[in-house]
């Protein structure tokens, strides 16, 4: 029932940051044209107006995803474990879902720029340098309340590091 759950939880959320990655790569060609022209405020606000909506959809899907777990993880699966497994770690990824808007336009941008080690460091942070030891050690000590809450995790410590990383690159365009 958890394994099960757990791929419902991921299949629901990839609805959402499929839509996410799509926005961000419109956002590249801008980033990357007003980049290459040295137009660097155009970059800025570029990339102010991409976080802004994408945050703001995000918001939204994530109250709904918060609201309707249940039902949602009913429309794949009609088992009473996998819903009340399921259900609560959707709702644990529904409260970091906003922060895809920084992580992924953050990302964007440092890939449209060359900054290819910020960015490579962030495109493998989500789910290798932080997802996996956090399962570890969460299932470990929290067992399958530490699964529910594993990605959620990696999601937010990925903001916490995205956020100065994306800082630093934004200053050093202003030099």
Same mark, same amino acid.
């Given at each position: 029932a958890v394994i099960a759950a757990m791929g419902v939880v991921q299949r629901i959320s990839m !609805?959402?940051?499929?839509?996410?990655?799509? !926005?961000g790569q419109g956002f590249q060609p801008v980033c990357g044209f007003?980049?290459? &022209?040295k137009l660097y405020d155009r970059v800025k606000k570029g990339f102010w107006f991409s976080v802004k909506v994408s945050s703001g959809v995000l918001v939204a899907i994530a109250v709904a995803?918060?609201?309707?777990?249940?039902?949602?993880?009913?429309?794949?699966?009609?088992d009473p474990d996998v819903i009340a497994c399921g259900t609560l770690a959707l709702r644990?990824?529904?409260?970091s879902f906003p922060f895809h808007g920084w992580i992924v336009m953050s990302?964007?941008?440092?890939?449209?720029?060359?900054k290819t080690a910020s960015a490579t460091f962030l495109s493998v942070a989500r789910?290798?340098?932080?997802f996996i030891p956090l399962v570890l050690i969460l299932s470990s000590t929290l067992e399958l309340l530490g699964i529910q809450m594993a990605q &959620?995790?990696?999601?937010?410590?990925?903001?916490?590091?995205?956020?100065?990383?994306h800082l630093h690159v934004m200053r050093h365009m202003e030099k």
């Open positions: !609805f959402g940051a499929s839509a996410m990655l799509g !926005f007003n980049y290459g &022209a995803g918060f609201i309707f777990a249940p039902q949602l993880i009913s429309l794949f699966r009609n644990f990824q529904c409260l990302n964007m941008m440092e890939q449209s720029m060359g789910q290798g340098l932080l &959620a995790a990696a999601d937010t410590l990925t903001m916490i590091l995205a956020v100065p990383i």
